[in-house]
């Protein structure tokens, strides 16, 4: 089975705090995502990993940096965590498109991380 | 920008039928649908390509609109278990990559 864990479920932090979220797949995908969810504003993309040590910025970087060491591994980190970074934040991982760079392939979530900054 | 998904909430009874839509301002290459249940994470349901190949769910069918930058998710005879979220994600033309940029979601609540 096609699996994406996330390495908690609940997170509470502090203010200022630094903040590592990390996220594990084990099917061999190329790309990595980073998503946070918050109510009536869907899925919004932070930062996408195409390959080791390989990122692009998503829609809302900001406040956000990413670490992709590993093929399975990528790491989400709030450098100095703030109060309006409170939100449920999941991982992803797809297998790379055609040459090209479209993509055929879904995506594969994580359970997700709710982290709550105090 | 995201692309807009209408309608925001949709409640049904068993066997009903509902249309969710999505919109983008930008040409696209292709349209994922994603569907979440409470709790849990989204789940792939289907792709739609430029083009008109598809590739996904038996029960759950959709349209894609090139010229129009729209999709239409159809699900019909609607049961208890379709309750959840609705996603769309969008594959611009432009972006080369493998990213997609997701609607805001459409809620449906399916009851007996």
């Known amino acids: 089975d096609v699996k994406v864990t996330q390495s908690s479920r609940y997170l509470v932090k502090r203010t200022g705090e630094k903040v590592f979220l990390e996220c594990v797949q084990d099917?061999?995908?190329?790309?990595m995502f980073w998503y946070r969810q918050d109510p009536g504003l869907g899925l919004r993309l932070i930062y996408f990993?195409?390959?080791?040590?390989?990122?692009e910025k998503g829609d809302i970087p900001e406040g956000y940096s990413v670490s992709r060491e590993k093929k399975e591994r990528f790491s989400l980190i709030l450098e100095s965590a703030s109060t309006n970074q409170t939100s449920m934040y999941l991982c992803?991982?797809?297998?790379?498109?055609?040459?090209?760079?479209?993509?055929?392939?879904?995506?594969?979530f994580g359970p997700g991380t709710r982290l709550t900054v105090l | 920008q995201q692309p807009v998904q209408s309608p925001q909430a949709v409640i049904l009874r068993e066997g009903e039928d509902a249309v969710i839509n999505c919109s983008s301002s930008?040409?696209?290459?292709?349209v994922h649908w994603y569907r979440q249940k409470h709790g849990e994470a989204p789940v792939f349901l289907m792709i739609?390509?430029?083009?008109?190949e598809q590739k996904g769910h038996e029960k759950i069918s959709a349209s894609f609109n090139e010229k129009k930058q729209q999709s239409s998710l159809y699900l019909t005879a609607s049961q208890l278990s379709y309750s959840g979220t609705y996603f769309c994600?969008?594959?611009?033309?432009?972006?080369?990559?493998?990213?997609?940029?997701f609607g805001t979601g459409t809620r449906l609540q399916v009851f007996p």
């Open positions: 739609l390509l430029k083009g008109g």
């Open positions: 990993s195409y390959d080791v040590k390989m990122k």
């Open positions: 992803a991982s797809g297998s790379a498109g055609l040459a090209g760079g479209n993509s055929y392939n879904e995506q594969f």
């Open positions: 994600g969008t594959e611009a033309e432009s972006y080369n990559t493998d990213k997609l940029i």
């Open positions: 930008k040409a696209l290459y292709s």
């Open positions: 099917m061999d995908h190329e790309n």
